[in-house]
């Protein structure tokens, strides 16, 4: 049972880039997932959440309009599409999931609730 995350690097400010979340030993059907990025000497912070029992999404106020979530049932994979990227998105980003049942997510952006992490992907953003 793993996540797996995928698709960091260095853009140039206003460009994009798009995050994988690939799940194995699981399927995400009843799970809630989310993105986190921290970057150096900051705590780790909720940047996107996917409830996959009823489809909701949510954002962080920061990332609101420039990033998006999604899902690819077949591959078992969440996406975050993250565009007009700016260099406060600088961080190591990472997915995580914890079993939500047929319920929704309480609190979506905080990290405590999630029970199963990725190693993390870079992503820089500097010209």
């Known amino acids: 049972v793993q996540l797996v995350e995928s698709g960091g690097g260095l853009v140039q400010p206003g460009g994009s880039l798009r995050l994988s979340c690939a799940a194995s030993?699981?399927?995400?059907?009843?799970?809630?997932i989310g993105w986190f990025r921290q970057a150096p000497g900051m705590e780790r912070k909720g940047v996107s959440c996917l409830s996959n029992s009823d489809g909701n999404t949510y954002y962080a106020a920061s990332v609101k309009g420039r990033f998006t979530i999604s899902r690819d049932k077949v591959k078992n994979t969440v996406y975050l599409q993250m565009n007009s990227l700016n260099p406060e998105d600088t961080a190591l980003y990472y997915c995580a999931a914890y079993y939500t049942g047929h319920g929704g997510v309480a609190a979506p952006l905080q990290p405590t609730q999630y029970t199963l992490w990725g190693q993390g992907t870079q992503v820089t953003v500097s010209s």
């Open positions: 030993g699981f399927t995400l059907d009843y799970y809630a």
